[in-house]
């Protein structure tokens, strides 16, 4: 009888959460004794820890990823009548933001050797209503910020770093998140910094966009029951703040890790003339290892992988423009298009192994025959 091969998960979260039981346990149980389960000691400790590893002043834990940046937005001031220029390949959380709070996404078209938005495009998007610009650090890769910041001041709008992807990642030693006006990142548990639940965080160097993003957070309130504005019930939970802080200190060397499996991968499929494999630029975080199949073979590679036990996922099969809501109200973006029929995304995680590494690395060689 033959043995079942294991099956290789996208990702497995289990060796970490088996690695960091007893410190997730032991914190989570602090929190149940000390019963303070909303904006509890451990959401303020994670704000500040989680502000000194970034390098700002502020760092203000939200519900989710897409909070942190409608309240990042509202903190600018944007809405009706604004337009925010973005990528239009990436999560829909990232135009869906800019349209609650009543503004319009302006898409400028992608890369194809980054997968990011192209930074060359951004200036002809600009129109007199633009008030913003927001990267998005796809899959953990940042955006060359050094020129989205000068543009920026040169037209006098505001940035918006979208770190859904690319907590611990860095542009010329700096933290993306941190560069920009705001920065906001998502604690979804498949994240590199991930939560076991939702969560959110918001970070900025300005005080008066600190203020009003922790206002808007609690209901537009500074003092309770003293409300000033229509918030948001957005507020970091305290057990998943706790478990944060447990996390946080193995950001460095899981990031290390992932980067080490990266250049595994690179070297493993440095002679496939039919795949494009992702650049390990310095700073580089790789959320997701994303590979781009040529030649209209990416659907029956994901087939090919899906029998021999292999997960992967399409990050992301429609742009955002692409997607019912905005369809027919913006041109043609061929690369995102493009992109959206070529993208694969393998195995990654700072705990996979060499073994199940290996073994992604002969069966994808095995479908190029080679």
Not at 276 to 287: D, L, M, R
Not at 291 to 301: A, F, I, K, Q, T
Request: charged share 25%; hydrophobic share 40%; proline share 5%.
């Amino acid at each position: 009888m033959t043995a079942t091969k294991p099956f290789i998960p996208i990702l497995d979260l289990k060796p970490e959460v088996d690695e960091l039981r007893g410190e997730i346990m032991a914190a989570i149980g602090r929190v149940l004794d000390r019963t303070d389960f909303i904006m509890g000691e451990d959401v303020h400790l994670f704000e500040q820890e989680v502000a000194a590893y970034l390098g700002v002043k502020h760092a203000i834990g939200v519900n989710s990823g897409t909070d942190a940046l409608v309240i990042a937005l509202r903190a600018l001031g944007i809405g009706p009548g604004d337009e925010v220029i973005t990528t239009p390949f990436t999560f829909f959380a990232t135009a869906e933001s800019i349209s609650m709070v009543g503004a319009r996404p302006v898409f400028v078209d992608i890369e194809l050797d980054t997968l990011n938005m192209d930074v060359n495009g951004i200036e002809a998007a600009i129109t007199e209503r633009t008030k913003a610009i927001m990267p998005v650090h796809l899959y953990g890769r940042p955006v060359d910020m050094d020129r989205v910041m000068l543009l920026a001041q040169e037209r006098g709008l505001k940035v918006v770093e979208d770190c859904a992807q690319s907590f611990g990642a860095r542009w010329n030693g700096r933290q993306t998140g941190t560069i920009g006006h705001l920065g906001a990142y998502s604690f979804f548990p498949s994240k590199n910094l991930g939560a076991y639940g939702d969560g959110g965080l918001i970070a900025t160097d300005d005080d008066t966009l600190a203020d009003t993003a922790r206002m808007l957070r609690v209901h537009g309130s500074r003092k309770k029951y003293h409300n000033e504005t229509v918030g948001y019930n957005s507020r970091l939970d305290t057990l998943q703040a706790a478990i944060l802080r447990v996390k946080l200190p193995h950001m460095e060397r899981s990031n290390e890790h992932r980067c080490a499996v990266a250049k595994r991968y690179n070297e493993g499929f440095a002679d496939f003339p039919g795949l494009v494999t992702p650049e390990a630029v310095e700073g580089h975080s790789f959320h997701q290892y994303t590979v781009r199949v040529l030649n209209g073979r990416r659907d029956e590679l994901q087939q090919a992988l899906a029998e021999q036990g292999i997960g992967t996922m399409v990050y992301y099969p429609i742009p955002q423009d692409q997607l019912p809501i905005y369809k027919g109200q913006y041109p043609s973006y061929p690369h995102s298009e493009q992109a959206a029929q070529e993208v694969l995304s393998l195995p990654m995680g700072h705990k996979l192994s060499e073994s199940d590494q290996s073994e992604v690395i002969r069966a994808v060689r095995t479908f190029f025959d080679i």
